[in-house]
């Protein structure tokens, strides 16, 4: 069903609203016969979109609201999360940052409602991946991250001022004999060794990079 603007050829052109087969429905811009502008798209499980649209495709601003809950507010391209935005999880988690092909992606944050914690970096492909800080109630870790584990050198920066250099480490998989061949051991955690204590410097995850010819 249709009910709204046409273009001499008869197509949705301008404003009007329609119900799909499915039970979804629309409101909103269309060129051409297509939903191009901004409207509001309800679908029948729960979810609703609101904001532009080209050519039947999410693409612009807009915000998303899921069935779970969660809820997305920002940049779209193609019918993706691209670009910059934030989104709240049905934990109360949020991260606000960029996005590319609907994953988190480049520079951004997400904070932890449970713990309060924040990581503050890189991401690559919806993974923490990169120079990045992790910030607690009292104290902060700052390194790099890799595949969402710290690894390699960092420092711990603890509220009563001072500082913990060190590295994560990845611990060496000890093999036993019973060990079924076809099932890989699972990674084990990178171990934090710590190398000295300092009062607060200026050094970053940047500085090593600088450092290494």
């Known amino acids: 069903e249709y009910e709204g603007d046409r273009n001499s050829e008869g197509q949705r052109h301008g404003f009007g609203k329609a119900r799909l087969p499915n039970g979804d429905t629309y409101e909103g811009e269309y060129g051409c016969g297509l939903r191009s502008g901004n409207g509001t798209y309800r679908f029948k499980n729960g979810a609703l979109y609101t904001g532009n649209y080209l050519q039947n495709k999410k693409h612009g601003k807009g915000v998303f609201f899921y069935p779970d809950g969660s809820?997305?507010?920002?940049?779209?391209?193609?019918?993706?999360?691209?670009?910059y935005g934030e989104y709240l999880y049905a934990n109360g988690d949020t991260y606000t940052g960029e996005w590319a092909n609907n994953k988190r992606h480049g520079q951004g944050t997400?904070?932890?409602?449970?713990?309060?914690?924040?990581?503050?970096?890189?991401?690559v492909n919806g993974i923490?991946?990169?120079?990045?800080?992790?910030?607690?109630?009292n104290h902060r870790f700052k390194g790099r991250f890799l595949s969402g584990k710290p690894l390699g050198c960092g420092k711990?920066?603890?509220?009563?001022?001072?500082?913990?250099?060190?590295?994560?480490?990845?611990?060496?998989?000890?093999k036993e004999?019973?060990?079924?061949?076809?099932?890989?051991?699972?990674?084990?955690?990178?171990?934090?060794?710590?190398?000295?204590?300092?009062?607060?410097?200026?050094?970053?995850?940047?500085d090593e990079e600088l450092l290494t010819p």
């Open 156 to 174: 711990f920066v603890f509220d009563i001022g001072c500082e913990q250099h060190g590295e994560y480490m990845q611990p060496v998989q000890e």
């Open 177 to 206: 004999e019973e060990e079924d061949e076809d099932e890989p051991p699972l990674p084990l955690d990178p171990i934090w060794k710590a190398s000295e204590i300092t009062k607060l410097t200026t050094w970053s995850p940047h």
């Open 71 to 83: 809820k997305y507010a920002g940049d779209w391209v193609d019918d993706q999360r691209q670009g």
């Open 110 to 123: 997400y904070v932890y409602k449970d713990t309060g914690s924040k990581y503050v970096g890189c991401w």
């Open 128 to 137: 923490q991946d990169g120079p990045a800080e992790l910030i607690h109630l």
